[in-house]
């Protein structure tokens, strides 16, 4: 499988804000596409224990970082 496109947490949020996401990106795991250290630093866990939680959670951790 294709690898996602990573990017800077600031340029995911900016693009996320004006809905303007690259057709590469799938909307509703936007969160795929921070590069490994925005992704703990924003979420403050490991993209496994992220993707462990329950879809509420994601979506509330998505949601409070503007990712959603």
């Known amino acids: 499988p294709e690898q996602p496109l990573k ?5 995911l949020v900016d ?3 004006a809905k ?3 057709e ?4 509703r795991h936007v969160e795929a596409n921070l590069d490994e ?4 630093q924003i ?3 490991t993209r496994i224990e992220f ?9 509330s951790l998505k949601r409070r970082n503007s990712l959603w």
Do not use: A, H, T
């Not at 990017?7 to 340029?11: A, I, V």
């Not at 250290?37 to 703990?40: A, G, R, Y």
């Open 51 to 59: 993707y462990n939680q329950r879809r509420w959670k994601q979506i």
């Open 20 to 22: 303007k996401l690259p």
């Open 15 to 17: 693009k996320v804000n």
């Open 24 to 27: 590469n990106i799938d909307v």
């Open 7 to 11: 990017l800077p947490y600031e340029d």
């Open 43 to 45: 979420f403050g866990m």
């Open 37 to 40: 250290s925005d992704f703990k």
